[in-house]
């Protein structure tokens, strides 16, 4: 519970500090889906061991294609800070340059996440907002029909 209150206090800081988007990202995982996956984890926990599960070769296959599959695109990647690449010759300087007239927030970070790409940041937001309810959803439905403990297990 401290790490989530410290987190969210680190958010509002973030916001004080024009970084609007950092305060974003800091409050959905560091305040909400940490803590949640932490309570999850609390309320699974049991005093009794559950039996092996069966090693399941097809999921493990599918990772694998995606995993390739990732691999494979990034090939076509600049290379990691290569001034020539499409970006930093045409965005980043547009950016640099005009964005605090354009936008009126100081902090060019905040000004891109917020207004240049403000859709993309609330597809961000929704994206870790639906892993958290899955999160939950699976927490939820995990449970029923298990016993809770050796008390619980051995009542007629």
Known sequence: MLSGLYSLLSASIFVQLDAVDVAFTEASVGAGITTILMLGTLALTTDWERTPIKLQVFP??????????LIYGTLDLPAFGDPAAVANQHVVPRYIKDSGREVGVPNIVTSVLASYRGYDTLGEVTVIFTAG?????????????????KAEADRP
Do not use: E, F, N, W
Request: aromatic share 0%; no cysteine.
């Open 133 to 149: 309810v899955g999160v939950l959803v699976l927490l939820v439905t995990g449970r029923r029909g298990k016993p809770r403990g």
């Open 60 to 69: 493990i296959l599918v990772v694998l294609a995606t995993g390739a599959a």
